[in-house]
Antibody, heavy 119, light 112 residues
Framework: EVQLVESGGGLVQPGASLKLSCVAS????????MSWVRQTPGKTMEWIGD????????NYAPSLKNRFTISRDNAKSTLYLQMSNVRSEDTATYYC????????????WGQGVMVTVSS | DVVLTQTPPTLSATIGQSVSISCRSS???????????LHWLLQRPGQSPQLLIY???RLESGVPNRFSGSGSGTDFTLKISGVEAEDLGVYYC?????????FGGGTKLELK
């Protein structure tokens, strides 16, 4: 059974940095592209970016690429999202997702982790 | 960026009623490889989204066949033939043809 478990969220001050993690199990992590998606309190969904199975390539939403970095450690079956210079509009639930079929279809989702940016 | 417009934003239905949700794209979602990367997700209250339909009309494993997807180019439809209580929640269309991948605004299905 595919499981994706995010962690690392919480309350963070504007301008600070935060690193989210997603531990994967139930599939061969190193074989698949992975993505991060966020959902605002108003329920708007936004794709953040994705990373190739070997970590050699990343793709980002243009509005976020200067502040967010996606990485992975295949030995630990873990996906990361490094967020820097966070803003109030980054307040959202962050989801780790697995592209299993290769169709950019967000086939599996984690339970999500909440990030609140506030002073 | 591709804009996906879902209508209606809210849908009230009775159990057993058939309903449809529209998703219209600001540009064609037909990829040069012949695939159309338009998918549908359902987010039940308090849960993470889950994939229902991928590539316009293919049902994800375990999804009941009362769900169906259709469409091409810029116009797509999700149909539920006989709503059941477990179908309540917010439906999103999402496109994976043109980066950055984008989502529709969602359609909330509630009981009348």
């Amino acid at each position: 059974e595919v499981q994706l478990v995010e962690s690392g969220g919480g309350l963070v001050q504007p301008g600070a940095s935060l690193k989210l993690s997603c531990v994967a199990s139930g599939f061969t992590f190193s074989d698949y592209w992975m993505s991060w998606v966020r959902q605002t309190p108003g329920k708007t969904m936004e794709w953040i970016g994705d990373i190739k199975y070997d970590g050699s390539y990343t793709n980002y939403a243009p509005s976020l690429k200067n502040r967010f970095t996606i990485s992975r450690d295949n030995a630990k079956s873990t996906l990361y999202l490094q967020m820097s210079n966070v803003r109030s509009e980054d307040t959202a639930t962050y989801y780790c997702t697995l592209t299993y079929y290769g169709y950019n279809s967000f086939d599996y989702w984690g339970q999500g982790v909440m990030v609140t940016v506030s002073s | 960026d591709v804009v996906l417009t879902q209508t209606p934003p809210t849908l009230s239905a009775t159990i057993g009623q058939s309903v449809s949700i529209s998703c219209r794209s600001s540009q064609s979602l037909l990829h040069s490889n012949g695939n159309t990367y338009l998918h549908w997700l359902l987010q039940r209250p308090g849960q993470s989204p889950q994939l229902l339909i991928y590539l316009v009309s293919r049902l994800e494993s375990g999804v009941p066949n009362r769900f169906s997807g259709s469409g091409s180019g810029t116009d797509f439809t999700l149909k539920i033939s006989g709503v059941e209580a477990e179908d309540l929640g917010v439906y999103y269309c999402v496109q994976g043809t043109h980066a950055p991948w984008t989502f529709g605004g969602g359609t909330k299905l509630e009981l009348k």
